[in-house]
């Protein structure tokens, strides 16, 4: 048997029961090796379901910086029985199995191929621990000292995290550096040397950080300014909610009155939400609302609402796997004709793509000021496995000499200066986006009724064709306008002279960079870019018309974003060629690889240029 | 094409407290029907306001969808106003009140988007006590698209098309008291007299003030076999006492016999003196409100007038403890934690 | 002055205040040309306001048998005071006004290009009436029997349609006879040989009828066998409900008992209504609902699930002028996005396009049948123009020995003798469409829990990837099967050489009909095809590459079934050129006309062998 | 992982009126917490239906999300199921019944299930008085997003997150009463005594038999400071009166002594004998019970047993007056018209 002995570059994959306290033993590991300087990348497993169901953790981790997933598993920490027998099988030839070995194993493991650890984790738990609860938890922790072990983790690394988490209660501490020292002695005298895999203390990961992104979303809301939210709770968007009202109660207390400053509303679903929501954008707050799939259908026709009434909304929209209540727990990209076009008539909605935590956070504060400078719902589309997992981040940045842009609000001020006659819908600037005032802004001049029904430039009801059409002619205008508002694309040209393009978004980034990479290094180099906006932006255009081919790498079933930029851009289909993966798990760069090389054969008649081996241009 | 323009008075005798004209309060030319009891209600919103001297532009109007929801446009046309979505003007409100605790909001609403497709809505605006006045213009059809019963039609009435409703309807005010209003009152477009003191109270009310006004759709539902007809509810309706509200700063004028009785002193100070016609009737006590809505129902009495108040009540404000500043008027300063905090933020996830 | 000179063929428009009972005159006006052979085509342009405010109603009378909206108007008949100063103006030179002279003409009405007809009818009407109510209708009465003169109207086809109108209460008869004499007298007396438009009898019109096509929607659903309908009201689809329950009191009573073989349940609203037809649809009945744009956004949540859990579901979208509330009371064709997408996720639903009454019976039956064959929504895309004015159409037809198409339904007997195990969302067939039970088919096999979370063959919940990523790709197998089932387009090829081909669907079809016989007329032959479903069929593929470039004209903003036919079919945009009107007024002949010349110019480029002028080819 | 399976008994002596076994009548394993009071409603209806000899194949299980929501698995696995989209049962349960009247229809619904997102289709099944069992398995909180206060939680109630409830609790019986529930009753997931002849009195109710079932979420909401925890409910509740079931085809087994006693014939030709603590309160006078509910409430006491019957209510299909037959049993004979008469209508067309 050839073992799997790698250093710093390895998949491992913990097997738990939900509801069973495996989080923060695992948390523990992967925040443990990130702190020793290597790159790492969790990804939660988990089912729609509170207590007893399967549960898996797995763990990426890449001296190479590689944050998707790779496909795989070269160890498996198996502690549930429902799954053992499939956990077996799903190692790695050459790979590692840790169980808990109070029980023996069942008879159809027979591999020879894998090396098996033994680790009587009940047992020794029972032994050494009383407080049944206690056991539960402590359990856990005992593998991850056996891990320590058998990975080589600096167990100071591992104790000094037990004793920042439990800094408040040091009592709870020990116990749990107890449970680390068993493992760890277990593994030390029984397993010597079992394990190829192993970790050494790099720099690499500087002064990177390690958040999920639906806190940065929240914290985002906060820097921006956001004061209402009305939201209702639907996996995977409901933390961020709990992270913007944690953040709020750390950093919105008014000091003299140890009142808000915020209001968070738990609506009675998502309709009210986001009704909420435009309400209080209409009356001048930074407001936003964060849901997932079932909730942006039930929007859809709020949404509408925003969009021809010209109301500054801004959405997350988390999304999982649909259609339908679909999979609640598993990731998906699948929401983007939804928003791009929710609601009935000709509508379009602006939407934001961010990749990683830093992305989640500067895009959510970046969407007030486009809704409120485009006066229209912006709709900043993350994943389950963005939101919910922890990843790798550069810092969260903030420049305190930035204003709110909130648009074009006529003050009280400007209205009593004003000459010309004021009207809510007349585009005096020609970019499509007209002034509006904020309820109670001046006692004569300025207000007006907001309507969904169509109406005129001074915002006064019209059944008039010509008054209906210049509105909706005016819409494409400020249309264009957001266009050149947009984040620009993320373009790496590794080789000018390539034909072939690749384009992702969101969270099927780290994943393609990783496959793009390895065909590189086959002498294939492929230009990419990762959208971060709808509207596209010229430079996506150019990126486009600059290659034969462009591999369109997406999580779902329809090709949304392909459909989007041939809608859009009007780009002939057979240049646009899709990799879609769907089935509710983060995508492979095994995955992405795999149809990349297939897809170049196929395409190969369309490319100009026959590729030269470039070697290693980057 | 009826008008809710009011004919030619003395400009100088009319100005109020706040220096206002009545005309100040007026709004668009009403596109209703003419006969419509809408428009009645939104004259009387107008004598309201004008009474007790709001300042127009510190005023939101905000609405539904329905001939009723349309009223809006043609009261306070120096106010902001929302005509919304089908039964979704209460979460509207609520955002709006949320962005800004200072203004007086002003939800119109029919029955047909409010017990129907708003019934949802309507509920938790109540349960949270929203700082509103919530008037429902309840014609017991679907007037806009063309007469079809709605929620409040009672059963055996029937509207122009001849067919008779066989369901039950809902009690508003009843489902009001129910889910947490602190103020509930009906009463009728026809009976400015009753109307325009209960939008008063309203006005001075902190909390939800649910107004159910009866307001026959002349044009669909005012049929001899109609019971939101203007005859039918004139010699149903049964009113839990005449009363009269003071507002603060004005000295009480009427005085009653004792016993009969209630004095209730407004959040704002204000003073609404109510003369029961039933002595045992309180009108602060829950129970004994919901209790009365049924007894009138057993009788196939419509009770109005001031039926539940709770004077005291918290407000969503204060229920969720928002600073007493308006959200939409805080800054950066007040805002932003900048970025020394974040540093410390990023150091934590390290 | 030329006075404009023309039988059978002209544009009249009535000018009233709506509510005033105008609409049983203005009928009466149209019905009498339709019933003297002559192909007619009325428009009620009506607003959203039940009285008091201006209405028109615009009848195209063409011997031709042009259907569609011409543009421009050779007479109006003004009796409304609001609007009578615009309606003067918009007469075109050499035409008609005639107008109620008791009050005399606006000053600023000063032309001398038209003829000016003014019939004091207020002051003939309150001479010859007491009653103020029936003053109010037969003042309308009374220009139809000026215009009887004016025109050539055979007077007795007025007054037999009058007779048997008030068949019941001929008491009512007479005054409208009464009024339609005084208006004919007057006209006779006063402006002898006044007017060159005229009616002569034709039978054109043979066994055609005159029916709004909400009412044909409703019928057909009486026909199909619907038996459960959840609605909720919505201008312009209510009456297609009210249709279904008319016609269901006639047809639907049962003798023994006189209770109904139909429930018809008011909804609380649009999410209500969609799901009792999902869940009586879900029990085995036919069922169905109808509403308009905000409807349809209400419902996305649900369609996806009916989309994903595999329910027959029979929507009607009678499309409106959107977005938001838009204009209620005009039409659009721009609900296809909504409808073809509706709800998050990867979701497609089929949709059919109606053109004239017949259609909207025919595919709202058929629509039964596609919905159970399919397991899946069938949505029937009407309009406001189609669904609320008269149109003239071939009759209806029912075939007796048409048996309704359940589709693949396992009774009690099916499951009784079923050797294997039966799986509700089991392929057996390769076409991607399962068997389903009824509740209480069997007392032992066949039950099943249906639901909008992930599940697998034997619909048991899974949150197995493989198993979801199967069943997403089973439902594009039936998405292709969908594709066999649909109704062909309509194709007319005009000139088999001709490389240009126009693309249309629903009411415009009308007046690009029109428009392409004037452009045939000029020597420019374009083949059309007439869209009747999405997916579509292999036709349709084939007729876009028979062709260099194909113009599609659809009535909304955004070219929404382009971006349907390009994500369906992967066309190269450049081919597909739009024409779009989407003002919320059907769209017209001259219109369209237009903008086939001028695009024409533009891309004649693109089109390989020139136009040889081939005269009267058809 | 809980089981709501029982533990063996002997078959034969099990078998009920007719001819299935108790396991006839259970579900597939339960994926629920253990200990989560769902679990032993799920047991409740099984051991109802088993007694009442049910024929599982003419029942249909409806539901909307939640953890509640999930139950129908767990019970009937021989019946159809539709766990539809969150909060919208009662539309799934119209249209169903709507199609087929013969089917027993067992709706279950969570707190926020019902109370929040489905508060508007709660209310008008009930207004329609929907022939169907609904039960609400009330814990106060959305357990599957992990134990957010729902509209039920009650004021000052706190649960596993220690954040107190600030707003006040909607009380699904008072609602239900209101709104046209024509048999409404509450108890609780840990009294099966009570429940489940609660339950077979539902069954055998015709029309809209609201339950509402006070239904511990031991991982979020069964904290000492939480309203809705087993401790809590045990030492609160109290019964209107103890009282048993009798189905028809039984003979009567018990007696009491007189006045305080009120029997109730059901639709079906079944008794219900309640045995009442308050003389005065008579279960079939709505405005007795609502009053009773609020009674209960001013004394922070939690009513529980039968509230309100009215044992001959009509339903909605005999309210819209549809045919006897199962409208999904009428063929092309039944239903469509035929060409003779397109033709009649083809001719008034012209
Ligand atoms: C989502 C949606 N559904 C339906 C409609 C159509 N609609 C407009 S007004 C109305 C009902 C109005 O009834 P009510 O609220 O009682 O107002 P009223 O006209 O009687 O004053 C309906 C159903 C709509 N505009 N939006
Ligand atoms: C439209 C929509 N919004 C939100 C959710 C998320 N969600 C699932 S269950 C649930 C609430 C469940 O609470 P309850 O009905 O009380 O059931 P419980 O879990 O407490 O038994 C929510 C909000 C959803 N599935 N669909
Ligand atoms: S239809 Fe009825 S409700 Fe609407 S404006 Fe006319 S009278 Fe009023
Ligand atoms: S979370 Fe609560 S409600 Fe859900 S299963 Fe667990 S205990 Fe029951
Ligand atoms: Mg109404
Ligand atoms: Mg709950």
Redo the contacts with the bound molecule.
């Keep these: 048997m050839n073992r799997i002995e790698r250093v710093n570059d390895f998949v491992i994959r913990f097997a738990n029961v939900n509801g069973s306290g495996s989080a923060s033993a695992n948390n523990l590991f992967a925040r443990a090796i990130f702190r020793m300087g290597i790159p790492v990348s969790p990804k939660n497993i988990f089912p729609s379901n509170i207590q007893g169901l399967p549960t898996w953790y797995e763990v990426r981790v890449s001296e190479k910086g590689y944050l998707g997933r790779r496909g795989g598993t070269d160890m498996i920490v198996a502690v549930n029985g429902q799954t053992i027998a499939k956990d077996y099988t799903d190692v790695a030839s050459g790979g590692y199995f840790l169980y808990d070995s109070t029980r023996s194993l069942p008879d159809e493991c027979q591999r020879d191929d894998i090396t098996v650890v033994g680790i009587p984790l009940t047992e020794l738990c029972n032994d050494a621990f009383e407080n049944p609860k206690l056991r539960q938890l402590l359990k856990n922790i005992i593998y991850v000292g056996a891990l320590s072990y058998l990975l080589d983790i600096e167990f100071s690394v591992l104790t000094e995290s037990i004793e920042n988490q439990f800094k408040k209660k040091p009592k709870l501490a020990e116990p749990n550096i107890k449970a680390l020292q068993i493992g760890l002695d277990y593994a030390r005298v029984h397993f010597t040397d079992a394990c190829g895999l192993s970790i050494k203390r790099r720099d690499i990961t500087r002064d990177a950080i390690l958040m999920d992104g639906n806190s940065a979303c929240g914290l985002g809301a906060v820097y921006a300014g956001a004061t209402v939210t009305g939201w209702?709770?639907?996996?995977p968007s409901t933390s961020i909610i709990e992270a913007f009202e944690k953040y709020a109660n750390a950093y919105r207390i008014e000091e003299e009155t140890e009142l808000k400053k915020v209001a968070i509303v738990q609506a009675e679903?998502?309709l009210a939400a986001i009704g909420m929501v435009i309400g209080a954008a209409w009356n001048g707050a930074r407001s936003f609302t964060a849901?997932?799939g079932?909730?942006i259908?039930?929007m859809s026709e709020f949404l509408g609402l925003a969009y021809f009434s010209e109301v500054p909304v801004v959405l997350i929209d988390v999304q999982r796997t649909g259609p339908s209540?679909g999979m609640?727990t598993r990731t998906q990209q699948s929401d983007l004709i939804a928003c791009a076009y929710a609601s009935h008539g000709d509508t379009r909605n602006v939407l934001l793509f961010p990749c990683d935590p830093a992305e989640c956070f500067e895009l959510t504060a970046d969407a007030f000021d486009l809704a409120e400078r485009l006066q229209t719902p912006i709709i900043v589309m993350s994943d389950l496995d963005l939101g919910m997992n922890d990843h790798m981040s550069r810092p969260l940045k903030w420049d305190d000499n930035r204003k709110y842009d909130r648009g074009k609000i006529m003050t009280g001020l400007d209205l009593e200066n004003l000459a010309q006659k004021w009207g809510r819908y007349l585009d005096i600037d020609g970019d499509g986006i007209c002034y509006r005032t904020i309820p109670g802004a001046h006692p004569t001049k300025g207000s007006y009724f907001t309507r969904g029904t169509s109406h005129d430039e001074y915002a006064a009801y019209t059944e008039d064709s010509a008054a209906y059409d210049k509105g909706m002619r005016r819409l494409l205008v400020k249309w264009q306008t957001a266009r050149t508002l947009m984040p620009d694309p993320h373009i790496k040209i590794r080789y000018q002279k390539s034909k072939v393009g690749a384009i992702f978004y969101g969270t099927t980034t780290h994943a393609a960079y990783e496959a793009i990479n390895r065909m590189q290094e086959k002498g294939v180099p492929i230009n990419t870019m990762r959208l971060r906006s709808f509207p596209f932006p010229q430079s996506v255009l150019d990126f486009i018309d600059q290659h034969d081919v462009v591999f369109i790498i997406e999580q779902n079933r329809d090709s949304q974003m392909r459909t989007l930029l041939m809608t859009e851009c009007g780009f002939h289909p057979d240049k646009l060629a899709s990799i879609l993966d769907f089935d509710g798990m983060p995508i492979t760069a095994d995955f992405i690889t795999d149809k990349l090389e297939k897809g170049l054969a196929e395409l190969a008649p369309l490319i100009s240029t026959t590729q030269e081996t470039t070697g290693g241009i980057v | 094409m009826s008008y809710t323009r009011p004919t030619f008075r003395h400009p100088e005798q009319q100005k109020n407290a706040k220096g206002y004209h009545r005309r100040d309060y007026e709004g668009a030319i009403s596109t209703l029907c003419a006969g419509c009891g809408h428009d009645s209600i939104s004259t009387a919103i107008v004598q309201a306001c004008f009474e007790m001297a709001v300042e127009p532009h510190r005023v939101a109007k905000l609405s539904g969808i329905g001939c009723s929801s349309k009223t809006p446009a043609y009261f306070l046309g120096k106010s902001h106003g929302f005509n919304s979505v089908h039964g979704r003007m209460p979460s509207i409100a609520t955002g709006a009140n949320m962005a800004n605790r200072d203004l007086l909001y002003i939800g119109v609403s029919g029955d047909g988007d409010t017990a129907s497709i708003g019934m949802g809505q309507f509920a938790h605006a109540l349960r949270r006590n929203l700082n509103m006045n919530y008037i429902v213009m309840n014609n017991g059809c679907y007037g806009l698209t063309k007469g079809q019963d709605s929620a409040t039609a009672d059963k055996g009435s029937a509207g122009k098309k001849g067919k008779t409703n066989p369901f039950e309807s809902i009690d508003l005010c009843e489902i009001a008291i129910q889910l947490g209003a602190s103020y509930v009152a009906r009463s009728f477009s026809g009976d400015k007299q009753q109307l325009v003191p209960l939008l008063k109270a309203a006005i001075s009310h902190n909390g939800l003030a649910f107004l159910d006004v009866i307001s026959p759709c002349v044009t669909f539902n005012n049929t001899a076999s109609s019971t939101k007809s203007y005859q039918y509810v004139r010699e149903h309706s049964e009113a839990t006492g005449t009363f009269d509200f003071i507002p603060l700063q004005r000295e009480i004028l009427t005085r009653y016999e004792e016993g009969t009785q209630q004095t209730i002193t407004m959040h704002d100070g204000s003073i609404l003196n109510l003369e029961k016609l039933d002595k045992s009737f309180d009108v602060t006590d829950r129970r004994r409100s919901v209790d009365k809505l049924e007894e009138a129902k057993e009788n196939h009495r419509l009770l109005t007038g001031v039926i539940y108040v709770n004077p005291h009540s918290q407000d969503t404000h204060d229920i969720i403890q928002t600073t007493h500043r308006p959200l939409n008027s805080l800054t950066e300063k007040d805002l932003c934690p900048g970025s020394t905090i974040l540093e410390k933020i990023n150091d934590s996830l390290r």
């Design positions: 209702y709770p639907i996996t679903d998502e849901t997932s079932p909730g259908s039930l209540t609640p």
